[in-house]
């Protein structure tokens, strides 16, 4: 005992008991990150993503519009916008709309370079966008199926963003999950109780709220809370696959 | 003269005239588009450039900071610590950093793959900066040549936005241009005359106003804004290349 009490007080143990628990700490910080991370990630940089591409997509309509301004007026769609400008030069387009004079003057060459240059930086974000849905929709696919199925990659992945994981997503009341991003809202009804509470949050923008009549969204949000609650819980506790089920009595 | 009436009187004659009076306009507004647009939809993308690659280095940081934490702190600089993540695998900067233990997890494949996508385009966003800012160069070059010798592109550019053209920047006085880009502060002192008016604008990111001691900056930026106004006014009027002489006064 007293041979250990010696060994315990050699500067060399306590350096070796310390490092050794540092490690052993990095190791289950490491082992802590889980797909919901990911997926978390994933969906704030899509959000990162296409709020860039309307500020780049703005400018460029700016400046691409002193070299020809009819163009915006043509081509609404801002993804559109973008890809056209790359792939058809100003005069298909005057053929194209039946113009025959442009407002926009003719550039050099050096100027011209310098704007589609800026453009085919906007596409590339637009494809990086689309890689990175696709990216989710694979994760979404293999961590929270049934999630997945009722209410779509998108929706689903806002839905944990909001919640902070899986885990506390599938241990929400469904009325929770049915007013999730819609907080500001909420609190303003609950300061002031003649301000009605909010009827849905995230889940407006699923189809199934989005088409519905106005009075019949908050039955409709109601119901599919309810379906996403459930549908949380048996991916969380890694349950079967029942999204479809949920999905077809939802449809009904 | 009675004929020529008839003829004006023609409805095919009024639509004539409409849509000639149209071209001509078109044409008119084409003409007015000048260099100085172009320098300063360039400086402003330049300006969005530069927000964007924070935005998107921070959101990298988050992300790649999942898998490897440690990478942050050991690399400061944003624009080098995407093309670090680039060039070296997590292996290789372990090694380079002395670390055994980093508290990232090992990711899949698809997980990493989906983050280097993002660090790609985001080092992309940095090089289109960057050659947005060379085309910038060329332009003041050969459109404001004074200016650019004596403060530089970016400067030169910003300094032109604020005014809205050359012309502008031409006629304004030197007290104006020195404290041009420090608008709020100006209007500070001008509702309370116990606030000290501010010393420099946008000028202040000169080296020379820069790297002055304290109490001399009021100083150099005025003589600084002085020779601005000049290269300013000589090179909307086309005169001479003079810039070179400018800056030595200066340094002196």
Not at 61 to 88: M, T
Not at 220 to 230: C, E, N, V
Request: with cysteine; charged share 30%.
């Amino acid at each position: 005992m007293d041979d250990f009490l010696k060994i315990r007080r050699r500067p060399e143990f306590r350096q070796e008991i310390i490092s050794n628990n540092l490690e052993i700490v990095k190791l289950a910080i490491a082992s802590s990150v889980s797909k919901d991370t990911f997926i978390i990630q994933a969906i704030s940089t899509i959000d990162d993503l296409d709020k860039l591409c309307n500020l780049l997509t703005r400018r460029v309509r700016e400046w691409y519009g002193y070299y020809f301004p009819e163009l915006s007026v043509h081509i609404e769609d801002d993804e559109i916008y973008i890809r056209q400008i790359l792939l058809k030069s100003k005069e298909e387009f005057m053929q194209e709309f039946n113009l025959k004079v442009s407002m926009g003057p003719k550039l050099e060459e050096k100027d011209l370079e310098a704007i589609i240059g800026l453009v085919r930086s906007v596409e590339q974000l637009y494809s990086e966008r689309e890689s990175i849905i696709h990216y989710l929709k694979e994760l979404m696919q293999e961590h929270c199926r049934n999630l997945y199925t009722v209410v779509g990659a998108l929706i689903g992945a806002k839905l944990l963003q909001k919640a902070g994981s899986l885990k506390h997503l599938s241990q929400m009341p469904s009325s929770t999950i049915q007013v999730l991003g819609a907080e500001s809202a909420l609190f303003r009804h609950l300061r002031n109780k003649k301000i009605r509470p909010p009827k849905h949050g995230i889940i407006l923008s699923h189809p199934l709220v989005m088409n519905a009549r106005r009075d019949m969204r908050g039955k409709r949000s109601r119901q599919l809370a309810a379906k996403i609650s459930i549908a949380a819980k048996v991916d969380y506790f890694k349950g079967e696959f029942i999204g479809d089920k949920l999905k077809e009595e939802l449809e009904k």
